[in-house]
């Protein structure tokens, strides 16, 4: 009897730690990825809109990007994410990457905040 009682505390331990891992690992951001990326107006295609419940993932977005994306280490990965309108042409994006879940936020950046290795991929821009 006390056995099969240890048995299942035990049990019931592990499925709590790994619940708590995988909300960790989901919620958190404590494993969020740095990628950046320039706008290409060209890869730009109308997602849901009109008020339509987005079955998509794209979190209700009226559009969505699917672009070439390097991490700090110059890791490519094609990443798509989704915006309420037409970004600026040939803005450069600092997307944030969470594993499991997908883009979960961008911002605009300056070339000269991208990693010197993203910098190689792309052209400096004109002033």
Excluded: H
Aim: hydrophobic share 35%; charged share 20%; glycine share 12%.
């Amino acid at each position: 009897m006390k056995k099969s009682w240890l048995i299942g505390l035990s049990a019931a331990a592990v499925v709590i730690a790994g619940l708590i891992l995988g909300y960790t690992l989901l919620f958190t951001g404590s494993n969020d990825i740095k990628y950046y990326t320039q706008v290409d107006n060209t890869r730009l295609s109308q997602a849901g809109g009109q008020g339509a419940i987005d079955l998509s993932g794209n979190g209700g977005m009226d559009y969505s990007y699917t672009l070439a994306s390097y991490d700090k280490n110059g890791n490519e990965k094609a990443l798509t994410f989704g915006v309420p309108r037409e970004l600026r042409e040939s803005a450069f994006l600092c997307l944030t990457f969470r594993p499991g879940r997908g883009v979960m936020n961008w911002n605009e950046v300056q070339y000269d905040e991208l990693p010197a290795t993203v910098q190689t991929r792309y052209e400096a821009p004109e002033d």
